[in-house]
């Protein structure tokens, strides 16, 4: 008894179909929903302008984690942010963190200097070494101004 044949098999690809979709925007969204492969350090830093959520954390050029979140310490004056690195990397408590831009349209990322022989930093840990953006448009209205 084939009542519906080609109404089900019309379901069955609308229904695959939803299934891919939701599959691509997951991977190209960069979302971390099963991210049990991660552990968190934070770093405070001056100034994150241009930084958000999900910009890469890159060691000596590779990938090796997200920006996980970006909070604001009142207290300290400071952002405070929480990253997210790859549980095979292991950061010491001599490593740096700074703000650095790629390509010609400025996108921010963390990039990680390693440290030499520090002791690992913990998950929940923090980085105390960093370095803040360089702010182009302050180094050019100096320039303009005279005040260099």
């Known amino acids: 008894m084939k009542k519906y044949p080609k109404e ?58 997200y920006v996980n979140q970006i909070n604001l310490d009142l207290e300290r004056q400071k952002a405070v942010l929480t990253l997210s690195i790859e549980k095979r990397i292991e950061l010491t408590d001599d490593a740096i963190a700074s703000v650095k831009t790629s390509g010609l349209i400025g996108d921010k990322y963390i990039k990680i200097t390693p440290g030499g022989v520090g002791d690992p930093i913990e998950p929940g840990g923090a980085i105390i070494e960093t370095e803040s953006a360089i702010d182009i448009e302050d180094l050019i209205s100096k320039y303009v101004f005279g005040k260099v």
Not at 39 to 56: H, I, K, Q
């Open 8 to 65: 089900t098999a019309v379901g069955f690809f609308v229904f695959l179909g939803l299934l891919c979709i939701i599959y691509m925007s997951v991977k190209l969204g960069d979302l971390h929903v099963f991210a049990d492969d991660h552990y968190s350090v934070t770093a405070s830093f001056n100034d994150v302008t241009g930084l958000r959520v999900n910009s890469p954390v890159e060691m000596m050029g590779v990938p090796i984690g």
